[in-house]
Every structure is written in structure tokens, then in C-alpha cells.
């Protein structure tokens, strides 16, 4: 049995959760998901708790398992409290704005590169801390998001400019060794 799998999913109060065969739909106060899932994994809801189930020991089916468990935790997660990713803005006259709702990032390009959410994210800047917040209550969304951000100018190795996750470590190259050696 997976360890994931096997662990029922809590509904929090102010979530109401829709079962249709293995249709699934998750409401709550920050929005509303609807997710497909595979017949071959059960889902039960008993006492305010998502119960994840399997059919058999066929290894896809087990993938599927801690699969569904970890995704239907995250919609219930998301409805709820929402998810965050914070990208931190490196180098010497780069920086990031709001532009109405659009994010406008100057990033060393001859223009501004401005990037409009998607419906359900948002973005936050601070001038001080020079960080990138991408909210919102769809973690794959969030996460992809993010990753379109980081995408316009990732961190590069030999002066660590660009944009980067919080926490991330940009491994540093060495430059070159120098004219004077013959």
C-alpha cells in the first residue's frame, strides 16, 4: 500500500467537495477546481476526510495512488489557503514592478518585459527586498507561472544575475584566468 496513498485528505471547514464517479470538484473561499481522475483509483468521502483507494497491485495503478492523494490534497490546500512562490530579482539595475496588474520586469533588455497573470494568479512586488510573489489557489498553475518568470532571465553562472526561486543556489563559475598569462 502506498504510505502517501493510503493517508486520508482532511476537508477544512468552508470547503465542500463534489464527487462525480472520479470527477472531482473542490470549492472554497479563495476559488474553484475541477479535476478528472483515473477510474481505476476510488475515492470515498467519510467523515469530513477524502479516502483514497486502489483496485489492484498493478505498478501503474500504484503510481497512481500517492499521485491522486498528493494532487487532490493540493486542490483542497489551494481553495483554502492558496499557494505562493517567491522569485528574488539579482543584479545591478534589475528590478521588478507592478504595471496595473501586469508584472513589468527590467531585467536588462532594451524595453520593459511585461507579463500578464493568468485568471486565479496574482503578482506582488517589494522595491526593498527585490522579490517576486505569484499567488494563487492552483499550485500547478502557480508553479508554472513561476517558472514563465524565472524564464525571462535565469540566473547565469559567472556574475549570479537574473531571476532565481528564493533560496535557490546559482552555482558560480570561475572567469577567465587572465591576459597576462603566456
Not at 98 to 104: E, P, R, S, V, Y
Not at 110 to 132: C, L, N, W, Y
Not at 153 to 174: C, L, S
Amino acid at each position: 500500500m502506498s504510505r502517501i496513498g493510503r493517508l486520508p485528505v482532511d476537508i477544512p471547514g468552508g470547503v465542500q467537495v463534489e464527487l462525480n464517479g472520479s470527477n472531482v470538484r473542490v470549492k472554497g473561499p479563495k476559488g474553484e477546481l475541477q479535476r478528472e481522475f483515473s477510474k481505476s483509483i476510488g475515492i470515498k468521502m467519510e467523515n469530513n476526510q477524502l479516502n483514497i483507494t486502489r483496485n489492484s497491485e498493478d505498478p501503474a495503478e500504484r503510481a497512481l495512488h500517492g499521485t491522486t492523494r498528493a494532487v487532490l490534497a493540493n486542490m483542497i490546500h489551494g481553495v483554502s489557503k492558496g499557494f505562493v512562490v517567491v522569485l528574488e530579482v539579482e543584479g545591478v539595475g534589475y528590478r521588478a514592478e507592478m504595471d496595473g496588474k501586469k508584472l513589468a520586469l527590467f531585467v536588462g533588455y532594451s524595453h520593459p518585459v511585461k507579463m500578464d497573470p493568468p485568471a486565479g494568479v496574482s503578482f506582488e512586488t517589494d522595491a526593498k527586498t527585490r522579490q517576486i510573489k505569484v499567488l494563487g489557489f492552483d499550485k500547478e498553475l502557480v508553479g508554472q507561472i513561476a517558472a514563465n518568470v524565472r524564464k525571462v532571465r535565469p540566473p547565469e553562472p559567472y556574475h549570479g544575475k537574473g531571476i532565481r526561486y528564493q533560496g535557490e543556489r546559482v552555482r558560480r563559475k570561475a572567469g577567465k584566468a587572465g591576459k597576462g598569462a603566456k
